[in-house]
C-alpha cells in the first residue's frame, strides 16, 4: 500500500470531515482577523493543529481499520481521542480565538445558544466531569457493549464521537486559563484532585484486563484480526495503553498545572504592591 492509501479514509464520514474543516476553518479565520496583539503565538496554533490532526488521523485515515481489527490499536485510538488529542487542545488555550469568534455572532444567536451554554456548565461541574471521563471508559469497555459497538457502524461513530467531545471538556475544565483568583475557574489544587482521582480507576481497568487468564473481548475473534497476532497479545497491549499512558498523562497534567500555580504564586499581586508603597 502506498502513503495515500493509509491516508484515505477506511470508513468514510462525511459529517466527521466537516466538522474537523469547521474547527480548524474557524479556529484559522480568527486567528487572521482577530487584532495581533490578542493573537496567541506559533507554538500555541501548532499545537492546537496537532491535537485537532491526531484526532483526524486515528477517525479518518487507515488507523481507523487497525483500530476496528486490533484491540491493541483500539485503545490507541481512544488515548488519542479522549487523552491526547483534547489533553493538546486545551492546553493551547484557544479561548481568545473563541472569545472573539463569539463577539462577531449576532445577539440573537447568543439568545439562541445560551441552551448550549446551560449544559455546559452543568457538564463542567467537577464531580460530573470527572465521573463521565472515568465512566465512559469503563462503560465503552464493558464486554457486552463493546462487543455491540464494534459490530454496529453507527454505535461504533457514537463512541468514538462521545469519546472526543468528553476528552474535550475534562481538560478544558482542567487546563482553563483563567487564574481562579479572580474568576469562577476551577482552583488549582481541586484540579490537581481530579487528576489524581481519574487516574486510579483507569490503572485499575488496565491492571484487570492485563493480567486477566481468560479472553475479554472476543469481538477481534469473531472479526478477525487485521495481523497475525496471538490473541492474547494483543489484549495485554492493550490493557497496558489502558493503564499505563493515561495515568502518565494524568501525572504530566498535575506537573503542568503545579508549575502554573507556582508561578501565578510568585508575582505579585497590584494590593501587595500598593501595601509595600504606603509603607515606604
Known sequence: MSVADY???????????LGFVLVLGFYGYGLLKMPEENRPGS???LVFVVGVMMCYAVMQTRFDY???????VHRGQHLIL????????ALSNPLPVMRFLYSRISPGTRRALKPLGWIYRFLQHPAIASFLFVGLIYFWLWPPIHFDAMLSRDLYWIMNWSMLLDGLLFWWLIFD????VNSNALGYGKRILLL???????MILGATIVFSRGMVYDVYEV???????????DQLLGGLLTWIPPAMMSI???????????REDGKVSPYSEELKASHS
Open 196 to 202: 489524581a482521582l481519574v487516574a486510579i480507576p483507569q
Open 223 to 233: 472479526c478477525g484480526r487485521a495481523w497475525p497476532m496471538p490473541p492474547e497479545t
Open 252 to 262: 504530566l497534567g498535575i506537573l503542568i498545572i503545579l508549575r502554573r500555580a507556582m
Open 82 to 89: 479522549h487523552h491526547l488529542g483534547p489533553f493538546l487542545i
Open 177 to 180: 486559563s483563567r487564574s481562579p
Open 66 to 72: 487497525y483500530s476496528q481489527y486490533m484491540f491493541f
Open 7 to 17: 491516508l484515505i479514509p477506511y470508513d468514510f464520514s462525511p459529517v466527521t470531515i
Open 43 to 45: 507554538g500555541r496554533i
